[in-house]
């Protein structure tokens, strides 16, 4: 069982930046961040393979947004900039017990273990 852990949540201004940080128990492969706003569903922010050569994004945060990895420290990130209203949500980082192809890792149920959920809330 591999436990994640979320951080680097918080209050921030529009159009200001945050950095989300996920720390993995163990060992992974494919790693995604989810956000869910109230009354919405959980939806796919990003996701990024194993290596750290592959990442997928959601529409919404292209180019405002970058995933990437540290397997040394089996750790994952997103560098959130330019964030707006619609971005409040509580975050939750994935993780995979196998490598997904890259059009299936906007599927939440195709990760295994998931943190308890970063709360990320963008002011006017």
């Known amino acids: 069982q591999v436990q994640l852990v979320e951080s680097g949540g918080g209050l921030v201004q529009s159009g200001g930046s945050l950095r989300l940080s996920c720390a993995a128990s163990g060992h992974t492969y494919t790693m995604g961040w989810f956000r869910q706003a109230p009354g919405k569903e959980r939806e796919f922010v990003a996701a990024?393979?194993?290596?750290?050569?592959?990442?997928s994004y959601a529409d919404s945060v292209k180019g405002r947004f970058t995933i990437s990895r540290d397997n040394a420290k089996n750790t994952v990130y997103l560098q959130m900039n330019i964030l707006n209203l619609e971005d409040t949500a509580v975050y939750y980082c994935?993780?995979?017990?196998?490598?997904?192809?890259?059009?299936?890792?906007?599927?939440?149920?195709?990760?295994?273990?998931w943190g308890q959920g970063t709360q990320v809330t963008v002011s006017s």
């Open positions: 990024i393979s194993w290596s750290g050569t592959s990442t």
């Open positions: 994935a993780a995979a017990r196998q490598s997904l192809y890259y059009t299936h890792r906007d599927n939440p149920k195709l990760y295994d273990y």
